[in-house]
């Protein structure tokens, strides 16, 4: 029931006016309105309780998250943050039922994280209790960087893979870099494009293989550019996203970004060796451990060295 008079549409002759045109993700300085709303259980020790927020603090000075996210419908500010420990069940079943685990979860209309912190991360000393934190908040950064087009499902897990280790040397100094990040499980080898969609546990456990790929990624930038490490980082973990907003077409931005068609990537990952698992932990075959090892990151860099500028 409405009636439109066809000849009184003055504000869509001035494309200027459109707000959509003029978010640009590269651009830090457009980016310091979105904020989270930190639900942390007392069930969570107090140490990790201020590690949490000192990390937040850290990671939104660095790796701030672009106002485009005001563009997507699903993204709200402030988002919500659920973290609690393990030990104990899901302290808020009335607001949020049935959350487990660690995810950007949303519902269609809404968006929030969860941060389930597994309790034997406390008695093992595990560094995966702050890496979650520094994983979770980097898929923020790529939702809004990108307008939301997380692909392929490699380089959005490998990313955040390597960003949350990046993050557990810079503030802790050690990472499962240290150990080449064992096990890279090989039935990965075969097929790297199936992971454009779906990474699955026993094809890529801890997405290690993802993180492989994303590191050969920056090893291949380096031989083939002028680039350096630190820039090649950059590329993959800030640019390629950014390059996203406002197009569809994935590969074709992942050919711009980086001078290479991602099938003629997957060649390259496919050359790659493998060989049984050297440790008794693990067994099944792994990528030749010498070759992963080579594309560990410096030790020098900290996550300040690759951050958007
Ligand atoms: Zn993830």
């Known amino acids: 029931m409405s009636t439109s008079n066809p000849e009184s549409s003055p504000e869509e002759d001035n494309p200027e006016s459109s707000p959509?045109?003029?978010?640009?993700?590269?651009?830090?300085?457009?980016?310091?309105?979105?904020?989270?709303?930190?639900?942390?259980?007392?069930s969570l020790p107090s140490d990790w309780q201020a590690e949490y927020f000192s990390a937040i603090d850290n990671l939104e000075n660095l790796f701030p998250i672009s106002d485009c996210v005001f563009a997507i419908p699903s993204m709200q500010s402030p988002m919500q943050v659920y973290a609690w420990s393990s030990a104990v069940g899901n302290p808020w079943p009335d607001e949020r039922p049935g959350m487990r685990g660690a995810c950007i979860c949303g519902d269609g209309s809404g968006s929030w994280m969860v941060l389930e912190i597994n309790a034997d991360e406390f008695r093992y000393d595990g560094l995966h209790r702050y890496a979650v934190i520094a994983h979770e908040y980097y898929h923020v950064f790529q939702i809004a960087r990108s307008g939301d087009?997380?692909?392929p499902v490699w380089l959005v897990e490998g990313g955040a893979k390597t960003f949350e280790e990046l993050f557990t040397r810079t503030y802790y100094g050690r990472s499962e870099f240290d150990n080449g990040l064992f096990p890279v499980t090989a039935n990965g080898l075969e097929n790297p494009a199936v992971f454009e969609d779906y990474v699955n546990v026993e094809g890529d456990q801890n997405y290690n293989f993802s993180s492989f790929m994303v590191l050969a990624l920056i090893q291949e930038l380096m031989s083939q550019?002028?680039?350096?490490?630190?820039?090649?980082?950059?590329?993959?973990?800030?640019?390629?996203?950014?390059?996203?907003?406002?197009?569809?077409?994935?590969?074709?931005?992942?050919?711009?970004?980086?001078?290479?068609?991602?099938?003629?990537?997957?060649?390259?990952?496919?050359?790659?060796?493998?060989e049984a698992s050297p440790e008794t932990y693990y067994s099944g075959d792994v990528v030749a451990g010498e070759q992963v090892r080579g594309l560990m990151p410096s030790r020098h860099i900290t996550l300040e060295d690759v951050a958007p500028n």
């Not at 830090?28 to 942390?40: D, I, M, T, W």
């Not at 490490?229 to 980086?258: C, H, I, P």
């Open 149 to 151: 087009l997380m692909k």
């Open 225 to 274: 550019g002028n680039v350096s490490e630190e820039q090649a980082l950059k590329l993959v973990l800030s640019d390629y996203w950014s390059n996203l907003q406002g197009r569809s077409d994935w590969r074709m931005v992942f050919s711009e970004t980086f001078g290479l068609a991602p099938d003629d990537f997957y060649g390259l990952i496919q050359k790659y060796q493998s």
């Open 20 to 42: 959509k045109e003029e978010c640009d993700p590269s651009n830090l300085a457009q980016a310091s309105n979105f904020e989270f709303e930190h639900n942390v259980h007392e």
